[in-house]
């Protein structure tokens, strides 16, 4: 059963992630756990309706199972995530999908389960999880995580950047998690900050749980016509970060990544600070971290855990980790925060005396996606053409190929392939001056190679 997504589990919250799931899920990861000798979880979960219902069969399961459970009750992902630092954790959230779904998240010392961790947890609910023996059955009490949390991003923010010192900010929390720590934090660091939509209400009144230039219109319009030095959006559970200019404009997600990589590559004094992100993220982030004296390195969509983890095997000094939108600050802990990211950049933006200066060195090319029908069957052969003929193509290009096939040119332009995990395409991202000419070359090659199957 292939339960485990690029982010956890996720789905409509009838069909899918539903309390039977959530219970044989509990079962699975608390007896696999309790093998390996941990025996403490801490269950937290989002504003969602579905949420009291999955988290008491959740906690069920894993107590049968012959572990303890700490209640933490609702909470941002990343919350849970430094409250699972010494002993695993599941947070119940879909994230940014909208309110019909939910999902569940289970991290281990404050990092998300790895995809052979995912992986036993499946193979052991196909099998059917033993429970423990009645009297070995665990126990549960309730715990306090959220103030800790937020004083150690406080904490933690402080050393970059400067004091807010009345900076004003607006914070869209969607209606989501984000509405209990962000704020809170902010105004801790000194800021003056405006919120909107910072109740919590599982229905997402506000606008979509996911932040986009389309959904954070209200934010938009409001730094444009107001007196804030910049806007935040969270989604859902507070793991994912969007930035609005003064102009009420949407900061584009590789500039922000190459802000935050920039300063952890510059301020670190490492020998060889390194920057993890993934393929689909520009060329403009590996320019930056090189100015400040970095390098760059990539894994696959939904496994910055996994590549910090190899970067480090490897003797490279992990400043900064991340993927569009989400952030992990490696020394703050090894979960994505985007109330870290808040806190962060705002400091910075009080240190640079705006968001403008920070984006000045950063350049942005235009920027283009798109799909490329071909069958799901046919994917691997595709791609093995494609490993052949798009390097054949571009041969001035320096190719990677470990997480579909990548192509970056001296100017910093770049295009990556790869097939789509969930749908019948083949994706195309580009990134160039001339995108249109280049996306329009390599989907010809594409298009090529799905037609021989």
Sequence with gaps: MDLFGTAGIRGDAADLVNPELALSVGA????????????????????????PALAAAMEAGLEAAGV?????????????????????GVQLTASHNPSEDNGIKLFVDGSEYDREQERAVEARVDEGADHATWSAWGDSENVD???????????YASDHGAPLDGLTVAVDCGNGMAGIATPYVLRELGAHVVTLNANVDGHFPGRPSKPTPET????????????????????????RIVLVDRAGEVVHEDTVLAILAE????????????????????ARIDERVREAGGRVERVRLGALHE??????????DVVFAAEPWKHIHTAFGGWIDGVASAAVLSRLVADAG????????????????????????????????????????????????????????DDSSWTLVRPSGTEPYV????????????????????????AES
């Design 354 to 409: 705006g968001l403008g200066p920070l984006r000045d060195p950063v350049t942005e090319r235009p920027y283009r996606k798109v799909s490329v029908s071909c069958p799901d069957d046919a994917k691997a052969a595709v791609m093995e053409r494609l490993e052949r003929r798009l390097p054949e193509r571009f041969p001035d290009a320096a190719v990677e190929t470990e997480y579909g096939v990548r192509l970056e040119f």
């Design 307 to 316: 590549g910090i983890a190899a970067a480090r095997k490897d003797g490279g």
């Design 28 to 51: 699975a990861a608390g007896a696999i756990a309790r093998e390996g000798g941990d025996t403490e979880f801490v269950v937290a979960r989002d504003g969602r309706e579905t949420g």
């Design 68 to 88: 303890t459970v700490y209640r933490a009750g609702m909470l941002p992902t990343p919350a849970l995530a430094y409250a699972s630092r010494g002993r695993r």
């Design 263 to 282: 300063h952890y590559a510059r301020e670190s004094e490492s020998g060889d600070p390194v920057v993890v992100t993934t393929p689909n993220a520009s």
């Design 427 to 450: 994706r195309v991202y580009a990134e160039s001056d001339d995108v249109d000419e280049l996306v329009e070359a390599v989907a010809g090659v594409v298009e090529d190679a799905v």
């Design 145 to 155: 995580v959220l103030a800790d949390y937020r004083e150690a991003v406080t904490a």
């Design 216 to 239: 954070v219109t209200d934010l938009r319009e409001f730094v444009a016509g107001g007196d804030a030095a910049f806007g935040i959006a969270h989604d859902g559970d507070a793991d």
